[in-house]
């Protein structure tokens, strides 16, 4: 991981393959008043460093992979991030009960048993006719379950990642601004 104790905010973006989390900092990127810095990639991981929206604060954003055999690695980071952004297609209701067994086994993480962060579940692909809003999404992810697992504040936000609909409200739930 990049050395940010001191400069920068750490934000893991994670989310089963395919749900749209490259998608969304990309979009993200487009945004005029947004900045970001390109700083790796591989098939496992993108690293960008953003400018967050409403502060002139950088952040390091961690995008990994969703793909089964890469899950695990996403532990590697949860000790050292400011907040994590799950994504999740919203329109895949054949996955949502895969969404919500991956939850369960991230809430229970022990190296995320104390941490007080924002864990932010973007319902993206909202543009889609088979959507699951993000009221129904609560209750299929059962977010109030995952709330008495830890001491992370849960948020669940409507988003469209191509459009860029909803994506600077989740930057401000990290930022701690709503």
């Given at each position: ?125 909202q543009d889609q006719p088979d959507s699951v809003d993000e009221l129904m999404l609560r209750k299929i992810l059962q977010v109030d379950t995952l709330k008495t697992m830890n001491s992370m504040r849960y948020f669940v936000k409507n988003v469209i990642g191509i459009t860029g609909q909803g994506i600077s409200e989740c930057f401000q739930m990290f930022e701690g601004?709503?």
């Open positions: 991981m990049i050395n940010t104790k001191t400069k920068y905010s750490q934000l893991l973006m994670i989310g089963l393959d395919y749900s749209g989390k490259t998608t969304l900092i990309k979009r993200f990127k487009t945004i005029p008043e947004n900045s970001a810095e390109f700083f790796h990639t591989t098939p496992y991981i993108n690293i960008e460093k953003i400018t967050l929206p409403f502060s002139s604060k950088a952040c390091v954003v961690y995008d990994l992979s969703g793909q089964g055999r890469y899950r695990e690695n996403w532990s590697f980071f949860y000790p050292d991030v400011d907040g994590i952004f799950f994504v999740v297609d919203s329109a895949d209701r054949d996955r949502l009960s895969i969404v919500q067994e991956v939850l369960m086994h991230i809430a229970k993480h022990p190296s995320l048993n104390q941490r007080e962060i924002p864990f932010i579940i973007l319902a993206n692909k601004r709503t």
